[in-house]
């Protein structure tokens, strides 16, 4: 199986700050790799799938980056309604697997 | 607009088989390259991919999980049913299900999810 790691696990930051999340793929996976966020008791939310292609209606502070097993989700201007938890997810090979999240919450 | 939707119980008992079933609208699973796959989330945990099912019947389970999965799908219905057998208070979660568009295994649209607690 391919693990996915996820680092920070929880990051604390304003309202107007760059962040970056990151998920290393524990073997190469091409860009076959997707960015879901997830608001408490709420279903996730597709950003971000080919590692790089935002989905229709993503903002576009919300970029991907990578290829291979590195790779970023950054937002560029947090904004209070993107205080959420985040998972990558791999779809090279199967089984199918998601990262452990990071927890995004407000400073 | 696609839309889909978990049902079935909230609470089971250990050793008893659990099914669930998504009920979608906006899309055929008679389409080529169109899925629906399950996702399970226990509480305060990271999110775990299942099993999905394509539109022309080819299945793929979860390997950790394969014997206690079955997946169907019911095209004039617009269902597909999961069943889980001799659950354990472990896979007490909030179980989704979502859609798999046809140009990769990514999830677009999800379920709401229906949390199942397994205890006696």
């Known amino acids: 199986d391919i693990q996915l790691t996820q680092s920070p696990s929880f990051l604390s930051a304003s309202v107007g700050d760059r962040v970056t999340i990151t998920c290393r793929a524990s073997?190469?996976?091409?860009?076959?790799l997707a960015w879901y966020q997830q608001e408490p008791g709420k279903a996730p939310k597709l950003l971000i799938y080919a590692a790089a292609t935002l989905q229709s209606g993503v903002p576009s502070r919300f970029s991907g980056s990578g290829s291979g097993t590195e790779f970023a989700l950054t937002i560029s201007s947090l904004q209070p309604e993107d205080f959420a938890t985040y998972y990558c997810?791999?779809?090279?090979?199967?089984?199918?697997?998601f990262g452990g999240g990071t927890k995004v919450e407000i400073k | 607009q696609i839309t889909l939707k978990e049902s079935g119980p909230t609470l089971v008992k250990p050793t008893q088989t659990l099914t669930l079933t998504c009920t979608f609208s906006?899309?055929?699973?008679?389409?080529?390259?169109?899925?629906v796959g399950w996702i399970r989330q226990p509480p305060g945990k990271a999110l775990e991919w299942l099993v999905l099912?394509?539109?022309?019947?080819?299945?793929r389970y979860s390997p950790s999980l394969k014997s206690r999965l079955t997946i169907t799908k019911d095209t004039s219905k617009n269902q597909v049913v999961l069943t889980m057998t001799n659950m354990d208070p472990v896979d007490t979660a909030t179980y989704y299900c979502?859609?798999?568009?046809?140009?990769?295994?990514?999830?677009?649209?999800w379920g709401q999810g229906t949390l199942v607690t397994v205890s006696s």
């Open positions: 979502a859609h798999i568009p046809g140009y990769g295994d990514y999830f677009d649209y």
């Open positions: 073997q190469g996976i091409s860009s076959y």
């Open positions: 997810q791999q779809l090279n090979s199967y089984p199918l697997t």
């Open positions: 099912i394509y539109w022309d019947d080819d299945k």
């Open positions: 906006g899309f055929s699973l008679s389409t080529s390259g169109v899925g």
